[in-house]
């Protein structure tokens, strides 16, 4: 199946503009990462809920799956292509990039 491949937000941004209803970007970070930083667009389902949850994805749309910076989100999107999801993605540098390339007003931590 190969890696997961990666966007920047730069990248994800570029491809799926504000507002685009043709991508869902999954956060997977806890509840308490949430109320310090969050992408307004995103859909949260917390890492450790994702294989209970999983039937509330869309296989028929993109996956880009963000945290902190990068690597739970890897996991994760590698946890959604074993289970059929081909069109996933890592947001690279999560939500700590998103802060530094695209959205200074989303605290860093």
Do not use: K
């Amino acid at each position: 199946m190969g890696p997961v491949p990666e966007l920047s937000p730069t990248e994800f941004r570029a491809r799926w503009p504000q507002g685009s209803s043709d991508v869902v970007l999954l956060d997977v970070r806890e509840h308490s990462e949430l109320a310090m930083a969050s992408v307004p667009e995103a859909v949260h389902i917390p890492m450790n809920e994702i294989p209970a949850r999983i039937g509330e994805l869309d296989r028929d749309r993109p996956l880009v799956v963000m945290c902190h910076g990068g690597g739970r989100s890897r996991r994760v999107a590698e946890f959604l292509r074993a289970n059929g999801f081909d069109n996933v993605f890592n947001l690279r540098g999560g939500i700590d990039s998103w802060s530094t390339e695209l959205d200074a007003g989303i605290p860093r931590y």
